[in-house]
């Protein structure tokens, strides 16, 4: 679900629509002056302290990956409240819980980059954790995939159109509109559940990664990723 925080998979289709499932749903805006804008975290960071899973947390089917056509998410509040989403007053807890009036809208491409899949690698984010000094939480970023390659730290910035990874029975490819590497806005200085920020972060990756963590690709072939698959990676070139 847009802007919420997520699951980790242990498996996912991803296909030409990215991740399958990947923002189905999010919240609209519905104050006069902003009625029908989706709302995101760069507006409200309290939409972290809501998580969405697809399949009910108490039958333990979240995480698997087998999302159906017909699935919706189960979303829980900053109470421990459940609420599946189809449930009467789940719109009422919304809106008392992040201060405006919203409505719910169910729609595959909701991404801001269409249907693309953000990849992050675990060589950039120990590199960046080091010159930091202090681990840098994954759920920052809020990936789809993340991979452990042998490619170097940062490698990734400088990734042009044809650059691939491939991971499980997936390929990806930096092409298309906005694909290449990704432009960071705000939300990783947010902690994942949005509780405190952490502006020195941020401005870190401006001053010396040129504002950039993990690329943004789209899927070529077609497949299932899971858990431990191999992964490769090969950049594009000039």
């Known amino acids: 679900m847009k802007s919420l925080r997520g699951e980790e998979l242990r498996e996912a289709c991803l296909d030409d629509r990215g991740l399958a499932g ?11 002056d902003h009625a029908g804008r989706v709302l995101t975290v760069r507006r409200r960071a309290e939409m972290l302290h809501w ?62 980059r269409g249907p693309t899949v953000l990849v992050t690698f675990e ?8 010159e930091l000094g202090r681990p840098v939480d994954l759920l920052r970023f809020r990936p789809n995939l993340h991979l452990a390659t042998g490619m170097p730290a940062f490698a990734e910035e400088g990734w042009t159109p044809g650059s691939t990874v491939t991971a ?10 906005r694909a290449g590497p990704c432009i960071r806005c705000v939300v990783p200085s947010w902690d994942p559940e949005g509780r405190e920020r952490w502006p020195e972060l941020q401005k870190w990756l401006i001053d010396k990664h040129e504002n950039k963590f993990g690329v943004i690709m789209r899927v070529t072939r077609p497949g299932t990723a899971r858990l431990g698959d191999r992964a490769t990676a090969a950049p594009g070139h000039l």
């Open 22 to 32: 990947d923002r189905a749903y999010a919240l609209v805006d519905e104050r006069e």
């Open 168 to 177: 499980g029975e997936a390929e990806l490819t930096v092409t298309g509109d």
């Open 51 to 112: 998580r969405a899973t697809y399949g009910s947390p108490e039958s333990g089917s979240h995480g698997s990956g087998s999302r159906g056509d017909d699935d919706a998410p189960t979303l829980t509040g900053p109470d421990g409240a459940t609420w599946r989403w189809d449930a009467p007053g789940l719109v009422d807890a919304l809106a008392e819980s992040l201060g405006r009036p919203l409505s719910l809208r169910a729609a595959e491409g909701q991404q801001d």
């Open 123 to 130: 060589a950039s984010l120990a590199a960046l954790g080091d």
